[in-house]
């Protein structure tokens, strides 16, 4: 996708403060953090959202590349949330999967 934010950023056309990579995933630091430590991973092929995956290695790379933020973050043993809003009622708002990596503090559920 030409226009896609996430997109643009794996091509580096948008700069981003790059936590880890892999060969299908990049992780990098949300503009917008909720928690001290918060962290985008995204596969480096476009899926709008969850809903548009059919492979469950594309999910499954997010969610190796999400511990291994973790542990570069040094919150791999307190404990930190992974999450993907999928869709505007789940609260999507840019339209390619990403999961976030939350974590640094205490987390309480439902947040808010």
């Known amino acids: 996708m030409d226009d896609c ?3 643009r950023i794996v091509r580096g056309e948008i700069p981003s403060t790059k936590v880890a990579d892999s060969a299908t995933c990049l992780a990098f ?4 953090p ?4 918060h962290v985008l ?18 999910v499954g790379e997010m969610v ?6 973790a ?11 992974m999450v ?10 840019v339209g390619h999967l990403h999961l976030h990596v939350l974590g640094g503090r205490g ?4 947040p808010g």
């Open 71 to 81: 542990r570069a973050e040094r919150i791999l043993d307190a404990g930190y949330r």
């Open 41 to 58: 991973v995204i596969p480096r092929t476009h899926y709008d959202s969850a809903n548009d995956v059919s492979d469950a290695a594309v």
């Open 84 to 93: 993907i809003n999928t869709g505007v009622d789940g609260g999507q708002t």
């Open 29 to 32: 630091r949300d503009i917008a």
């Open 107 to 110: 987390l309480k559920w439902p």
């Open 64 to 69: 190796l590349l999400a511990k291994e933020v």
């Open 34 to 37: 909720k928690a001290p430590v």
């Open 5 to 7: 934010l996430f997109c």
